[in-house]
């Protein structure tokens, strides 16, 4: 998979900072369009960067809605305070591996899960030249901020703002990304997203910052002057992201022939396996939940542990097991402290707190991101019995704890691996706590075992 730039940014169209949500509406048609009040707003002059449009309606919209014109003329109408907010916007972009002829189809991939939340949309498609000389390709979406009910518009829907708000953005940004994933892989379109920030950037690359309108005209007029310097600076920024998204590629190809030159080396080297296919599946779940059977010391482990482990490696000399997923990721188990190199999601959650239930630890200290802390301290919770932890979970995180308190029994019928396949490496982590074992923080030299006591399967 190629990973490709993700860029998307939400906006609210405020009455009190002076913004019309028909002035909106006609600068992403690149139209003329005329709000309740005479005013006129023209940008036709913007035409040749539109590339096509289409409304996007919830079910059971009335069907003057798909007129845009009158659309942002009724919401704007319907508000009636100064400070009101009028809709909201989402400006996405659209990678170049989509063909223009799936460009719209990719849009309404997209937006489809706001679209079936009740939000009316104009979209428009903008394809200006981009500074490289190629195309820029990018969608813009104008939201309402009311559901209809009958012939008009119902109450502001509050929760649609949570949506947006939640995580800082994150939760969105990140549904976006997999509603575009979900369309890359459903028409073999070679590419990939990562919503997280610099998820796909160089480790030391600077940030891009802000060029000054002043900067791009004067690079535009002369581009050796010194007015456009901030404008080479951000250029060599990006060639620096451009250069390592090109490794990135060369390397996942790569990576791609050597697996498959092992398959086929495999295939070709002399020995004996079974015929039947489940029974080849069978037998090495079974070779594989032996190493980690003896790896935690038990006499007993179910073979289901390593359903989705690829190898399982042992390494007495630095006590520590190396677990290999299918998408070559590594889940890693010192004994008094477990890491995860990839992104935590809850099924990566759930799999580092039933490590350390494995352990027999009651209490574990916690590393990394908030995210991370945040997913691990839910999944130590909803242990029976649960794990105790260092950190003090968000409010959402909370909340999502009380709804699903009710799982609580069943997970203690439950004892499996679970894992997630991570797209970048990153490695997060926790350890037994202090309180059992003495000081133990990820990265430092000492790392005291906790002491022995009676162990707890999930």
Not at 17 to 37: I, L, N, P, T, W
Not at 84 to 100: D, G, K
Not at 206 to 232: I, L, Q, Y
């Amino acid at each position: 998979m190629t990973a490709v730039l993700y860029h998307v940014q939400f906006g609210i169209v405020a009455r009190s900072a002076g913004h019309s949500a028909v002035k909106r509406s006609a600068y992403q048609a690149c139209a003329r369009r005329e709000d309740g009040g005479g005013r006129v707003y023209d940008w036709r002059r913007k035409r040749g960067e539109w590339v096509g449009g289409f409304m996007l309606l919830p079910d059971g919209a009335p069907d003057w809605a798909t007129d845009p014109a009158r659309l942002w003329r009724e919401a704007e109408a319907v508000e009636r305070r100064c400070d009101a907010q009028l809709a909201r916007t989402i400006e996405f972009s659209i990678p170049r591996t989509v063909p223009s002829h799936l460009r719209e189809a990719f849009a309404r991939a997209v937006l489809e899960p706001l679209r079936a939340r009740g939000m009316a949309m104009q979209v428009d498609l903008h394809c200006p030249p981009a500074s490289d000389g190629e195309e820029q390709p990018h969608a813009h979406a104008l939201l309402t901020l009311r559901a209809f009910e009958g012939d008009g518009f119902s109450e502001k829907k509050r929760q649609w703002n949570a949506a947006f708000t939640e995580n800082a953005g994150r939760a969105m940004r990140g549904l976006l990304a997999d509603q575009m994933n979900a369309f890359f892989e459903g028409h073999g379109i070679v590419s990939t997203v990562d919503h997280r920030r610099a998820a796909a950037e160089p480790e030391h690359a600077p940030p891009e910052r802000n060029v000054p309108r002043a900067a791009w005209a004067a690079w535009k007029v002369d581009p050796t002057s010194s007015a456009a310097a901030p404008v080479h600076a951000v250029q060599d920024v990006r060639r620096l992201r451009h250069q390592h998204r090109a490794a990135l590629a060369m390397a996942e190809a790569a990576k791609a022939e050597v697996a498959a030159l092992s398959r086929e080396a495999r295939r070709r080297t002399p020995g004996v396996a079974p015929s039947d296919r489940a029974t080849r599946e069978e037998r090495r779940r079974r070779v594989l939940a032996g190493l980690i059977r003896q790896h935690y010391d038990t006499v007993w482990m179910p073979e289901s542990v390593a359903a989705n482990v690829r190898s399982v490696h042992l390494d007495p000399e630095q006590h520590r097991a190396i677990i290999t997923l299918y998408d070559g990721s590594q889940f890693v188990d010192y004994g008094d402290q477990i890491t995860f190199h990839g992104p935590i999601t809850r099924t990566a959650a759930a799999e580092i707190a039933a490590a350390a239930a494995r352990h027999g630890w009651t209490s574990v200290v916690l590393t990394g991101s908030r995210e991370f802390k945040d997913a691990v301290a839910l999944e130590c919770a909803l242990l029976v019995p649960p794990i105790a932890t260092d950190y003090i979970m968000s409010q959402h995180v909370q909340r999502h704890l009380q709804s699903l308190s009710r799982e609580v029994n069943l997970r203690a019928d439950e004892c499996h691996f679970r894992f997630h396949m991570p797209t970048r490496p990153d490695i997060v982590g926790l350890a037994a706590s202090p309180s059992k074992g003495g000081p133990c923080q990820i990265g430092e030299p000492q790392i005291h075992l906790p002491s022995p006591n009676k162990r707890s399967y999930c």
